[in-house]
């Protein structure tokens, strides 16, 4: 009724590698909204930071406000770098999702080292 792809990835922001828990796909079916399982399905993928070196999830959405009600902090505008061929991110907003022990998000553009999610 709900789901959510979650994988590692790594990005470079600002010349800085990081790697990230990236979020893409949340979707919940029409019958099923209204019941906090799109809440939940992002919350379970975000219950994986703090593992394996993954101390924060980067992902770009059209619906900011759904991801601000559970926490998630929009990113300030910069650019999205892409290699040639890549797809593009679609949303236009940015979002990131930290632990405590993660690093301040430094400055700089995105370089997504690959397609957009």
Same mark, same amino acid.
């Given at each position: 009724?709900?789901?959510?792809? *979650? ?21 919940? *079916?029409? #019958? #099923? ?8 399905? %992002?919350? *379970? ?5 703090? @593992? ?5 999830? %980067? ?18 505008? @910069?650019? %999205? ?8 991110? %679609?949303?236009? *907003? ?24």
């Amino acid at each position: 009724l709900a789901a959510a792809r *979650s994988f590692r990835r790594e990005v470079d922001v600002g010349g800085r590698p990081i790697i990230v828990l990236a979020l893409a796909h949340v979707a919940t *079916s029409p #019958a #099923a909204r209204g019941r906090g399982l799109g809440a939940a399905v %992002v919350r *379970s993928a975000w219950a994986r930071l703090g @593992r394996d070196g993954v101390e924060e999830c %980067v992902f770009c959405t059209g619906v900011p406000d759904f991801y601000a009600k559970l926490g998630a902090l929009k990113l300030a505008a @910069r650019d %999205v770098v892409y290699p040639a061929g890549a797809k593009r991110f %679609v949303d236009p *907003s940015l979002f990131r999702v930290a632990t405590a022990a993660a690093a301040d998000w430094p400055d700089g553009a995105l370089d997504v080292r690959g397609d957009g999610w």
